[in-house]
């Protein structure tokens, strides 16, 4: 029988959340269970999750909520670490849709933090030897220096989780392997409705 793979996973928490999770039923998302399912012959070690808190908004108000209730699901699993960036508003003008003319100014939310996050933990477990395999969640292109550090200067296999819906090209040209999220496996990834932590009992968000 070959040795499983010692395996870290990194989950782009937004480039995830938009690619294949927003608007579907499947945002109850158990990260353990896709990776397994994705992954088989591999002994996932650790799952990274980055993302950064968002803030309720009038026209959703529950956002906020739901998130620290989805955390709070994704801390059950056993060697789930939650790394946080930020968010950045700032106001810019921008032109208005034909057929309207001139300008509006709006405020534009950006993440902020997590590419640079995933790319300091990818690298600093490579050095620390923490992982044989370490498999990317995202197809956000800028990670491609970190991805080419640690498969040509440490030597390690990288595998790409591509939650988008076509596969970056310089990702999936750098990689040794890219494995697509398709809706089916999402739906057999999933929470059970309620669970519990030292807390309590806990359920899945109803209007999600």
């Known amino acids: 029988m070959s040795k499983l793979k010692k395996t870290v996973i990194y ?34 070690l650790q799952i990274k999750y980055f993302t950064a808190l968002v803030t309720a908004r009038p026209s959703n108000p529950d956002q906020a909520t739901r998130q620290q209730t989805y955390l709070r699901a994704l801390q059950t699993i056993p060697n789930l670490q939650i790394i946080y960036g930020h968010f950045l508003s700032h106001e810019i003008t921008m032109p208005l849709a034909p057929p309207r003319s001139g300008q509006v ?12 996050n995933i790319a300091v933990h990818l690298v600093a477990d490579g050095f620390r030897n923490a992982y044989d395999a370490a498999v990317i969640v995202s197809n956000d292109s800028d990670l491609l220096p970190p991805i080419k550090f640690v498969k040509e200067e440490l030597g390690k296999l990288v595998g790409i989780l591509n939650p988008q819906k076509h596969p970056s090209v310089v990702l999936a040209n750098t990689a040794h392997f890219v494995k697509n999220i398709r809706p089916n496996v999402l739906k ?3 929470f059970p409705a309620s669970l519990s932590d030292s807390k309590g009992v806990f359920s899945k968000p109803t209007q999600w």
């Open 11 to 44: 989950v782009d928490g937004f480039n995830l959340y938009y690619g294949c999770l927003k608007g579907t039923p499947y945002r109850w998302l158990d990260l353990f269970k896709l990776s397994k399912l994705l992954l088989p012959s591999h002994d996932i």
């Open 105 to 116: 100014k709006v405020i534009k939310t950006e993440e902020k933090g997590s590419d640079v």
């Open 188 to 190: 057999n990834s999933q």
